[in-house]
């Protein structure tokens, strides 16, 4: 298998690291210019608790009320894009409400 061809849980540019906002968080190893879409977080499957799978992607992101990323949605998927340049070593955050959807 070729480098290009190594799966990898996680874009190139992210690792996983204590996270001063909660547990465990998302952050740059390198700079990233906005706007990217770094990959698929969630997948909707009702089988599932809250009706979602969470990919490595989806499952280290934390809270932010001033983020520097965002969920969208395309099909059933929603996927993590970039809407500030990240500066390395900065953790990635998304306003997450999407085990508390608004009614």
Known sequence: MSKEETYRP??????????????????????????????????EDKNFLNGLIRTPLGGFINHSTKPNCELIHHLDKKHLRVIKDIKAGEELT????????KK
């Open 10 to 43: 996680l874009p190139h540019m992210l690792t996983i690291k204590e996270s001063d906002i909660e547990g465990l968080g998302l952050f740059a190893t390198k700079d990233i210019d906005h706007p990217i879409e770094l990959g698929i977080t969630h997948i």
């Open 94 to 101: 998304v306003t997450y409400d999407i085990y508390n959807p």
